[in-house]
Each structure stands twice: as C-alpha cells, then as structure tokens.
C-alpha cells in the first residue's frame, strides 16, 4: 500500500479538490484513523483528522448525498498503510 494511493482515496471520500500533505501528514492520518479502533469513520470525522494534522489549506467540493463504502475502503487503506509503516 502506498501513500499516493491513500491520498486520492482521502480525496475521493471528501471531496478534496486541492490541498499539499507531506508523506509524514499522510503517514500520521493513517496512523489517526486506524487508531479509531471500533469507531465508525464519517466524513465529518475524516475532516476533523485532516484539520489537526495538515497545516496547509484543504479545498474541497461538496456533494448531496452519502455514500459510505468509499469511506471504509479509506479505513481499511489506513490500516494497511499504518502496518506497513510498523515493518
């Protein structure tokens, strides 16, 4: 699992349009939601992770509807990608 991937899942999930992480912001959002251990992964959540750990702006486009398969997908990247980074 690479952080590339993980980062246009991010993007798909919200909406991002246009924001900058580094690989160590990517990494630690990671690490942030496969910490969440049981807990349900919302949109509102995902943003609340992104606003703590990334500094730079995060422009996003917002859509009607909910969707949530996109967003356990994101959860089960992040599991992946935060085991990885354990190796």
């Not at 939601?33 to 919302?42: E, F, K, R, W």
């Not at 990334?54 to 356990?72: A, M, V």
Request: aromatic fraction near 2%; proline fraction near 2%.
């Amino acid at each position: 699992m690479n952080l590339y991937d993980l980062k246009s899942a991010i993007e798909q999930a919200i909406g991002i349009v246009s924001w900058s992480p580094t690989e160590s912001d990517l990494l630690k959002v990671a690490q942030k939601i496969s910490s969440l251990s049981g807990a349900t992964l919302t949109r509102n959540k995902l943003s609340e992770i992104l606003s703590e750990i990334i500094d730079s702006p995060i422009i996003r486009s917002l859509n009607e509807g909910e969707d949530n398969t996109d967003l356990n997908t994101l959860l089960l990247m992040c599991l992946r990608v935060a085991n990885d980074a354990k190796k």
